[in-house]
């Protein structure tokens, strides 16, 4: 480890199991049953309610009508087009900006530039940008508890400089929540993170862990077969494709990444369900800009023939690629945007380099600086093209 010193922290040694189908959210009052059917996600019963179909497509654009909110639409305003990247590219320079921090899995970037990595056991690290110094900000309080929780994702508010909102997504015994915390770097080494909401959502099947912010600052994540989109208190947006329900999408496998592009698109990265006929692959949510319409995840280009898992998705900015990790083989895998929904070039393709680390456990991306977060500890500074 690079500039600086910890303590050394032994793993949560949760196992976790297979992702459930029935899902339950909500909002942190009232029993669990009544937030999951506040949130649109289950019945009185306590059912697990589909995501609506309507009267299916009636304007035949090929994608499933949804009830528009009430009152006026809220779409935001987004370009139909953005610059395309280049059809290829390279890793220009492989570093080790940290290292030492042992049961990484999560990384997310601060606006200053700086990093946060979570060990799957609860405890934050801020990672210094430029130099790599390597502090301990604290622990999530409700991971930290042990036993059968573990860290699954994290994410820091976007844009924000004081009191920074840090998105943490947790196994909880037989489910999964995300919770908020503060971050403040003016308090002390180890105790800058302070407690806000440890529940905002509750009731999600074991798994998942992908988080990304739209445009509008409303927070997606990865929940089973569904992502969900919420505002960044927990509350569900007015303009959804149901403005009940917290799910945006639907009939996914296995999700382990998400990213928004310039036009509102949403990107997944799927591991598929381990099967021939589900291969992992990269795929675009589509929303209609006239209706709020959203349809289902479309694959762009071929299935990726990947070393292992994926693990994470980043992307680079206007003009700049996606950016797919795996958990083996030393490679990562570029995948450029066309600006209109697909991929420029011949697609996807993997970039391999000596110094990158065997298993990837998370990525971020600013430009052409990727930061990339090696199971072994270490946290990686690519420059790209």
Same mark, same amino acid.
């Given at each position: ?203 999600? /099947?074991? &798994? ?6 739209? +445009?509008?600052?409303?927070? =997606?994540?990865? !929940? *089973?077969? #569904? %992502? ?81 898992? /994926?693990? &994470? ?6 003009? +700049?690629?996606?950016?797919? =990790?795996?958990? !083996? *083989?030393? #490679? %990562? ?53």
């Amino acid at each position: 480890m690079r500039g600086g010193s910890r303590r050394r922290r032994a793993a949560g040694g949760v196992l976790l199991v297979a992702l459930v189908t029935a899902l339950a959210v909500g909002c942190s009052v009232g029993p669990a049953s009544n937030r999951a059917a506040h949130m649109g996600l289950t019945d009185q019963n306590g059912e697990a309610t589909p995501t609506p179909e309507h009267d299916g497509d009636s304007d035949g654009d090929g994608l499933i009508d949804s009830p528009p909110p009430d009152g006026d639409p809220t779409t935001p305003a987004v370009p139909e087009t953005y610059e395309a990247a280049s059809d290829s590219g390279t890793i220009e320079d492989v570093s080790t900006l940290a290292e030492g921090i042992g049961n990484a899995c999560c990384i997310t970037q601060l606006s200053n530039g700086d990093l946060l990595v979570g060990t799957q056991d609860g405890v934050i690290y801020r990672v210094g940008d430029d130099e790599g110094t390597v502090a301990e900000a604290g622990e999530l309080h409700s991971v930290a508890l042990g036993g059968d929780r573990m860290l699954l994702g994290l994410a820091a508010e976007p844009d924000a400089t004081d009191d920074v909102t840090v998105y943490a997504y947790y196994s909880r015994g037989d489910e999964s929540r995300i919770g908020t915390y503060v971050y403040d770097e003016d308090d002390s080494e180890g105790d800058q993170l302070t407690p806000s909401d440890e529940s905002m959502i509750e009731d999600l /099947p074991i &798994g998942g862990g992908a988080l990304a912010f739209d +445009h509008d600052g409303n927070l =997606t994540a990865s !929940a *089973g077969t #569904e %992502i969900l989109r919420v505002t960044s208190t927990g509350d569900v947006p007015g303009d959804n494709p149901d403005p009940t329900s917290a799910v945006y999408a639907s009939g996914f496998s296995d999700v382990q990444g998400l990213a928004w592009d310039p036009s509102g698109r949403l990107w997944v990265i799927d591991a598929g369900d381990g099967t021939a006929s589900s291969p992992p692959a990269l795929s675009v949510v589509e929303r209609d800009a006239q209706d709020g319409t959203v349809g289902p995840p479309m694959p762009v280009g071929d299935p990726l023939d990947l070393s292992g898992q /994926p693990t &994470g998705l980043a992307y680079g900015g206007d003009s +700049h690629p996606f950016w797919v =990790t795996t958990a !083996a *083989g030393q #490679e %990562i895998w570029r995948a450029p945007p066309d600006g209109r929904g697909g991929l420029a070039g011949e697609g996807a393709t993997p970039l391999s380099d000596p110094g990158l680390t065997p298993e990837a456990t998370d990525v971020v991306a600013d430009g052409e600086t990727l930061h990339l977060l090696s199971s072994d500890g270490r946290v990686l500074r690519l420059d790209v093209t």
